[in-house]
C-alpha cells in the first residue's frame, strides 16, 4: 500500500489547537494492529511527553465518536491518542520496521507542506485587509460622487415637462 500525502492530510485533525494525528490512523498508516501501535507507545511512554501526544478526554472522544457515526458496539472503543507532529517522529524510533520508516518521511512532509500552507494563507489575509482598507476609501469616493449625482442641484431653474402652448411662452 502506498501513501499519498492527500490520504495523510485527511487524517489530520486540529484537537486542542495543534495539528495532531490519532492512534488508529497511524496504526492503519503503519500497517499494524493499533493495540500493537498502543503498546510501543506505552513501553516507551518517556519518549512521548504531553507536547508530543495525549489521550483524547471523553468529551473529545464522544465528539469525535458523533463525528463519524462511530457505533457503540463496533469499531473504536477506548479514547485514541493524539500525537503531534513531533510524537509522529518519534514514532519511528518505537517502531522499527521499514514501512513505519517510509510513512513518517511522508507524514512528515504532510505536516510541512500543511505549514507553508498556512503560512501562505496568513500571508493572503495580511494582503487581503490591506486591500480592503485601501479599496475602503477609493469605495467611499465612488459612493459620495454617486450621491453627488443623485442630488438636484439647487441653483438650476426646472423646466415643465410636458407640453406648453405657444400663448405661455
Same mark, same amino acid.
Given at each position: 500500500?502506498?501513501?499519498?500525502?492527500?490520504?495523510?492530510?485527511?487524517?489530520?485533525?486540529?484537537?486542542?489547537?495543534?495539528?495532531?494525528?490519532?492512534?488508529?490512523?497511524?496504526?492503519?498508516?503503519?500497517?499494524?494492529?493499533?493495540?500493537?501501535?498502543?503498546?510501543?507507545?506505552?513501553?516507551?511512554?518517556?519518549?512521548?511527553? /504531553?507536547?508530543?501526544?495525549?489521550?483524547?478526554s471523553p468529551e473529545e472522544f464522544a465528539n469525535l465518536k458523533s463525528q463519524?457515526?462511530?457505533?457503540?458496539?463496533?469499531?473504536?472503543?477506548?479514547?485514541?491518542?493524539?500525537?503531534?507532529?513531533?510524537?509522529?517522529?518519534?514514532?519511528?524510533?518505537?517502531?522499527?520496521?521499514?514501512?513505519?520508516?517510509?510513512?513518517?518521511?511522508?507524514?512528515?512532509? /504532510?505536516?510541512v507542506r500543511l505549514r507553508q500552507m498556512l503560512a501562505t494563507n496568513a500571508?493572503?489575509?495580511?494582503k487581503l485587509n490591506a486591500l480592503e482598507k485601501k479599496y475602503d476609501v477609493?469605495?467611499?469616493?465612488?459612493?459620495?460622487?454617486?450621491?453627488?449625482?443623485?442630488?438636484?442641484?439647487?441653483?438650476?431653474?426646472?423646466?415643465?415637462?410636458?407640453?406648453?402652448?405657444?400663448?405661455?411662452?
Amino acid at each position: 500500500m502506498t501513501t499519498s500525502v492527500a490520504q495523510i492530510e485527511s487524517r489530520m485533525y486540529l484537537i486542542r489547537e495543534q495539528k495532531v494525528m490519532l492512534s488508529h490512523h497511524l496504526a492503519e498508516l503503519y500497517e499494524v494492529e493499533p493495540r500493537a501501535l498502543n503498546q510501543a507507545v506505552k513501553r516507551n511512554l518517556s519518549r512521548f511527553p /504531553a507536547d508530543f501526544m495525549f489521550q483524547l478526554s471523553p468529551e473529545e472522544f464522544a465528539n469525535l465518536k458523533s463525528q463519524f457515526v462511530i457505533s457503540s458496539w463496533g469499531g473504536i472503543r477506548t479514547a485514541p491518542y493524539a500525537f503531534t507532529e513531533q510524537g509522529v517522529a518519534m514514532l519511528s524510533s518505537v517502531l522499527h520496521s521499514e514501512r513505519a520508516i517510509q510513512v513518517n518521511i511522508e507524514i512528515m512532509r /504532510a505536516f510541512v507542506r500543511l505549514r507553508q500552507m498556512l503560512a501562505t494563507n496568513a500571508e493572503l489575509s495580511r494582503k487581503l485587509n490591506a486591500l480592503e482598507k485601501k479599496y475602503d476609501v477609493r469605495f467611499k469616493a465612488v459612493f459620495e460622487a454617486i450621491h453627488e449625482l443623485m442630488t438636484p442641484p439647487e441653483n438650476k431653474k426646472k423646466r415643465p415637462i410636458g407640453f406648453a402652448t405657444w400663448e405661455k411662452k
